[in-house]
């Protein structure tokens, strides 16, 4: 009984709705090139700044939509580090962010270079330094081998689990390998971004290793997508969207691996998560901007590092509301030295008191227009 996709005889020769299609790609073809344009004219410190915020959000969220949270700060001094970026002061990252990191950025600055066997099974043993998933030990740099059963997709308690998927026995990995890197280097009639849709379903229905399936899928169409534009440098994150549309993805998966050879629901989905991808963009332009402006107006007053480092974490996004006592811990400083360059700032202008609203004080960026006016 056919029950999933892969079992069809006509796997994996896919069929789609072209027409149906045409218009999204077009759009998503269109938004590629406009973004690539605004970011190429871009001075060299800001294109840089672009880029190192969306691959530390590519990386991060990858791992979150797994439910593996990575440490924002060590996943940034990794990209950076490995760019040659200089962000002042690094944070040491653990063997398992600069897998991740190192994964990543093979796949998207190396994106020229042909997906093989070899790249494979780099990338995973990049994913997995310790050999273990948790607590649980995998083969790493290795194909599955369903020694302790069938390679299942899952969720509910234990004992009654509901099956969302069942991979292809191991016995048939290397020929459904072997098969997936041909079509991936060969076959050049697909425009690169519907490959990289059908290269990301195609690779995590035959979910070759015991852990990483879906990291890896997505870091194919990441490469995928770079040769769609020719380019290196990634101004947005398409594994940051799935992540926020993580239920859909879930969903669209789950009813295309079940369903029959014609992919066009997933292509459709794929295609519009990939343009507000590239629409959310737009954000981190605003960001990095905001972030160039407030330096230009601040040239000329005077900070020690310790407020040009929290400066720079409330620019970026800081998490929660700001404290004297988060302030001592971000700069490893005591309170009395934290309240006092706290409250020179805000002599300055630069930060304000929030209206009270519990039992400490917190304190947020002045806005823009507010702080140009700062004097030193």
Known sequence: MVTYIYQRNEWPHFVWDEPWLAGRLAGVRHR?????????????????????????EDVVRTSEIEGELLDVEQVRSSVARRLGLDIGALAPADRHVDGVVEMMLDATQRYAAPLTVERLLAWH???????RSGMRPIRVGHWRD????????????????????????????????????????????????????????????????????????????????ARSEGSPQRFYSLSAQIRRERKSYYDILESTQRGGMDVSAWLGWFLNCLERAI??????????????HFWDAMS??????????????LLDGFEGKLTSSKWAKLT????????????????????????????????SLQASSKAREVEP
């Not at 043993?125 to 050999?131: D, K």
């Not at 990995?173 to 076959?187: G, H, I, M, T, Y």
């Not at 000329?300 to 974490?313: A, E, H, I, S």
Request: charged share 25%; glycine share 8%; proline share 5%.
């Open 279 to 292: 629409d959310r963009a737009e954000a981190v332009l605003s960001g990095v901007l905001t972030k160039a």
């Open 125 to 131: 043993a990049a994913l997995f330094p310790t050999g």
């Open 300 to 313: 000329g007053v005077p900070l020690n590092d310790r407020q040009r480092t929290v400066l720079n974490k």
């Open 32 to 56: 590629q090139g406009r973004l690539i344009g605004r970011m190429e004219a871009l001075g060299f410190p800001l294109r840089s700044e672009a880029i190192l915020v969306t691959l530390t």
């Open 146 to 225: 369903d020694h302790d059963g069938p390679m299942q997709v899952t969720s509910g308690p234990m004992g009654r689990e509901r099956v969302h998927f069942e991979a292809p026995a191991a016995d048939q990995l290397n020929r459904e390998v072997a098969s997936f890197l041909r079509w991936f280097e060969e076959d050049s009639s697909l425009d690169p971004v519907i490959r990289a849709a059908l290269a990301h379903l195609r690779f995590v229905t035959i979910h070759p290793f015991d852990d990483g399936n879906g990291r890896i899928a997505r870091a194919i169409a990441d490469l995928a997508l």
């Open 332 to 363: 490893k400083t005591s309170s009395d030295t934290a309240l006092r360059d706290i409250t020179d700032l805000v002599e300055r202008g630069v930060l304000v008191r929030d209206v009270a609203g519990g039992r400490s004080t917190s304190y």
